[in-house]
């Protein structure tokens, strides 16, 4: 059974920072892709970084130069540093990644970290 479990949300003021992680256990799979995605009340989910296996990474355009996402391949580990935050940054933070087992790719979700900035 595979889980990717999400911590180190909370509730900061405007210009503060967080660390996401994401850790990945119970799978003998491959991790490739991952990312995080936000949601926030009312709106779509929509994609914030990503990062391949190879270290090779995109954001979105409303976090570039603030947030960066990096990975731990030996702990099977996402992060996600989020710096000069915003109350606009407040969502539920998601990890996603695809894991390749046995030759089958499969995408899995985290359950959400709340994210709360004030201003």
């Known amino acids: 059974q595979v889980q990717l479990v999400e911590s180190g949300g909370g509730s900061v003021q405007a210009g503060g920072s967080l660390r996401l992680s994401c850790a990945f256990s119970g799978s003998n799979s491959m991790i490739m892709r991952t990312a995080w995605y936000r949601q926030a009340p009312g709106k779509q989910r929509e994609e914030v970084a990503g990062?391949?296996?190879?270290?090779?990474?995109n954001y979105g355009d409303s976090v570039k130069g603030r947030f960066t996402i990096s990975r731990d391949n030996a702990k099977n580990t996402v992060y996600l540093q989020m710096n000069s935050l915003k109350p606009e940054d407040t969502a539920v933070y998601y990890c996603?990644?695809?894991?390749?087992?046995?030759?089958?790719?499969?995408?899995?979700w985290g359950q959400g970290t709340q994210v709360t900035v004030s201003s």
């Open positions: 996603n990644a695809d894991l390749l087992r046995l030759g089958v790719l499969k995408n899995y």
């Open positions: 990062i391949t296996r190879g270290g090779n990474t």
